[in-house]
């Protein structure tokens, strides 16, 4: 007996839908993307029912015939491809041929058209069943109406969500499109009522439009030129969280996507900065030939394949390695009002500079890695440590030391430390401004140039100072030790003893030097910037980390994470009293320091209040 059959042109239609029409965003976003192939200037679109009701969108573009307008609601039908071999060099957002037939087969539409020079013309298909063009009246441009979308198929409107839900689905995509095409002017409508109403603008006031004045006033530029690559764009600075990855804008050659290789290279970069389960927010644009990228890869066009992937994912790091390069103060507003979204941030420091080095000695502007991120095989993926080290050439030039001073104890004088200090007027002032006093022993209050008030917690800024000054030795080789004048014993469980001895050569690189001595561990030498501390405490926390890593390996892959812990255990502490002279020190170090806005565990190191915050505070505003 025979069992195999064709399945009708309808059923096979209502199928392919399925994975091109998944949502009324997609509608939406399908539709936008034709009217932005058409060389639309200005888009509008209206939903009714969160889009299930009714999609409609009008533009401006080059509009079509009768002829054409028979062949577009054909499935694989489009003017987007001459040639079969400009599959392989795509340079326009819809090339398959799939969206407006597989709304057709779902829903009921219609689509109105009118090329410049010519009649208006109109065509209409409900559920897969098409009626020929006829005459009508209409502007230049496209008119296209969606109705009862997924009437032909009921099942799939019972996995949809409210109206609101699908409707905040479709906003978004039309975002999004939006960031990629600054030059054309979109308005959108939900139930009536304005969502988006967008003029034609620049990138940066598209970005300044969209991402809202907390992305504006906490940002810096991120951009790079290599052979077939070029990146532009936005990066928040790591004080600027989300929950989630919603506010990340990747654009390939103008297309929105969200692609995971862009992503991981974003979470690379930022691994270090921000705290664990926090996201950071980015709009990034780049631009390659279209041959060296596959779009052709999901019918969502969402997702992409780099002909040389790890090019792109290593220029991405680089880049917002260097744009986040700024120290604390810089990179973000200092008056109340947020800067231009265009504004470069000051003090953006390139690495890339030949003959620069970082200093050997004390907390100095530029410190880096020569390879902020790297792609481990081992691991099948990029590995969320420190990259392999190696120097940047040239000759350090002399940079003077502004190591704060080590004492054992609270600082002696005085109980108040400014009635000790030296006149605050012969204290330079930076953009974290000048040191009033120190709160609780932890906090140092600073008063900033233009009169607001800086809050600065000791311990995390000077973990990040120490945590670049760690780095740059690892730059340099691997990190300066001091011999201690007689070796301590420390005693571990022989298991934890164990993890630590098998990786005894990767933590003599980062100045810590252990021997096993009869079950304990014999400690004969630590990390010079740590000063002279307990040793014991630092390598319970050493073998606890790697006992949850769980691999032999991994510490040489997690160098960021030990690194990390080394500057924690060096740092200053919550309590310890510092006088004005060393508070003056950390601020201004703070303001050379790469990444100093948070410590090593992604926590802010500083906080500002400005002329509003205490205007709300006391009801003036």
Not at 106 to 132: F, Y
Request: charged content about 25%; proline content about 10%.
């Amino acid at each position: 007996m025979d069992r195999i059959r064709l399945l009708s042109a309808t059923t096979a239609d209502r199928i392919a839908a399925g994975e091109v029409v998944e949502r009324p965003a997609a509608a939406v976003k399908e539709l936008v993307e034709n009217a932005l192939d058409a060389g639309a200037t200005r888009i509008a679109v209206s939903l009714e029912g969160g889009g299930v009701t009714r999609i409609l969108v009008i533009d401006d573009g080059h509009g079509m015939g009768p002829a054409d307008l028979a062949l577009c609601v054909e499935r694989h039908a489009t003017s987007k491809l001459p040639e079969e071999a400009a599959l392989f060099r795509i340079a326009t957002l819809g090339f398959r041929g799939e969206a407006l037939p597989s709304i057709g087969a779902v829903a009921r539409l219609s689509i109105t058209s009118r090329p410049p020079e010519g009649e208006a013309w109109r065509i209409e298909i409900e559920g897969g069943a098409k009626a020929p063009p006829r005459p009508a009246s209409g502007a230049p441009g496209t008119r296209i109406e969606v109705r009862d979308l997924f009437f032909a198929t009921p099942a799939r409107r019972k996995f949809l969500k409210s109206p609101a839900t699908e409707a905040g689905h479709a906003v978004e995509a039309v975002k999004r499109l939006a960031l990629a095409w600054p030059q054309v002017g979109f308005q959108m409508e939900v139930e009536g009522r304005i969502a988006l109403n967008l003029a034609p603008a620049d990138r940066a006031g598209r970005l300044a439009a969209l991402l809202g004045p907390d992305f504006a006033a906490a940002h810096v530029p991120v951009s790079g030129e290599w052979p077939d690559l070029r990146l532009d764009g936005f990066a928040a600075l790591p004080t600027l969280t989300r929950a989630t990855a919603a506010e990340q804008h990747l654009v390939v050659n103008r297309r929105p996507v969200r692609d995971p290789l862009l992503r991981a290279a974003l979470r690379v970069a930022y691994r270090d900065l921000i705290a664990p389960m926090r996201h950071p927010v980015a709009a990034l644009f780049l631009e390659l030939p279209p041959e060296l990228v596959d779009v052709n890869v999901h019918p969502m066009k969402t997702e992409l394949r780099f002909r040389d992937a790890a090019q792109v994912r290593g220029a991405l790091i680089s880049a917002l390695r260097r744009g986040l390069a700024v120290g604390a103060g810089e990179g973000a507003a200092v008056e109340d009002e947020a800067p231009a979204l265009a504004a470069p941030a000051p003090g953006l420091r390139d690495w890339s500079v030949p003959g620069w080095r970082p200093p050997t000695s004390g907390f100095a502007p530029g410190q880096r890695f020569a390879n902020p991120g790297f792609y481990d095989d081992r691991a099948g993926g990029f590995a969320e440590t420190l990259a392999p080290l190696t120097p940047p050439p040239g000759p350090a030039p002399h940079q003077p030391s502004l190591h704060l001073p080590r004492l054992p104890g609270p600082a002696a004088g005085p109980e108040h430390p400014l009635l000790a200090a030296a006149p605050l007027d012969e204290i330079a002032e930076g953009p974290l401004g000048r040191p009033l006093a120190q709160l609780m022993e932890t906090y140092i209050l600073a008063e900033a140039p233009d009169g607001g008030l800086i809050l600065v917690d000791q311990h995390a800024a000077h973990e990040r100072l120490t945590h670049e000054a760690f780095k740059a030795q690892l730059v340099d080789g691997g990190v300066r030790s001091q011999p201690l004048l007689l070796p301590a014993v420390v005693e571990l469980p022989a298991l934890q003893a164990a993890r630590l001895l098998e990786q005894a050569e990767t933590l003599a690189r980062l100045g810590l030097e252990i021997e096993d001595f009869g079950g304990a561990l014999l400690v004969r030498a630590l990390p010079a910037l740590l000063g002279n501390p307990d040793p014991a405490p630092l390598l319970r926390d050493l073998a606890a980390e790697l006992a949850e890593w769980e691999e032999t390996t991994a510490l040489e892959r997690r160098l960021d994470a030990a690194v990390a812990r080394l500057a924690c255990h060096g740092s200053i502490r919550a309590g310890r009293r510092l006088a004005p002279a060393e508070m003056a020190a950390l601020l201004r170090q703070m303001e050379a320091t790469p990444r100093a806005h948070t410590c090593s565990h992604g926590r802010p190191t500083w906080l500002r209040f400005g002329k509003n915050e205490f205007e709300k505070l006391f009801g003036r505003k």
